[in-house]
Each structure stands twice: as structure tokens, then as C-alpha cells.
């Protein structure tokens, strides 16, 4: 779960010309943004039941667990 809030503002600008009936151009221009926010993440594994099979890069002689291969750190 991610709770944060933060606000921040940017703009889009845009231009298009009609050169002919079938030809046209354009072009957009949108500002930079940066939206400064504070919160707390809290990340939680959900478990898959995805098997890899013989020959995977991890053990290449034995199937092996998506799920036990990506587990989290101990901390």
C-alpha cells in the first residue's frame, strides 16, 4: 500500500498547421514537473505458484519456485 500526497503544476502547449487539405503539421512542447510528496510505502509478496523449469538460470538441474527464489530480505 502506498499512501503519499504532494502537489505539484506543468503545462502542454501545442501548435498545428494546415499546410494543404490532405497535409498538415504540428508539434507539443510540456513542461518539466516535479511534484515533491511525503507518505509511507508498505510492500507485502503475494505468492504465485510459478515453477521454473529444468534448465533455468537460477539451478539449472532442478525445477525451482518463482516464489521462494524472490523472497524478501531479513532484516
Not at 27 to 56: C, E, H, M, S, V
Request: charged share 15%; proline share 9%; aromatic share 10%.
Amino acid at each position: 500500500m502506498l499512501k503519499a500526497s504532494g502537489n505539484g503544476v506543468g503545462f502542454h502547449f501545442g501548435v498545428q498547421w494546415r499546410a494543404t487539405d490532405r497535409l498538415s503539421f504540428g508539434g507539443r512542447w510540456l513542461t518539466r514537473r516535479t511534484i515533491k510528496y511525503d507518505g509511507t510505502a508498505n510492500f507485502t509478496q503475494i505468492a504465485t505458484g510459478l515453477i521454473l523449469p529444468p534448465g533455468n538460470p537460477i539451478n539449472p538441474g532442478t525445477p525451482v519456485p518463482v516464489d521462494n527464489a524472490i523472497v524478501a530480505p531479513c532484516s
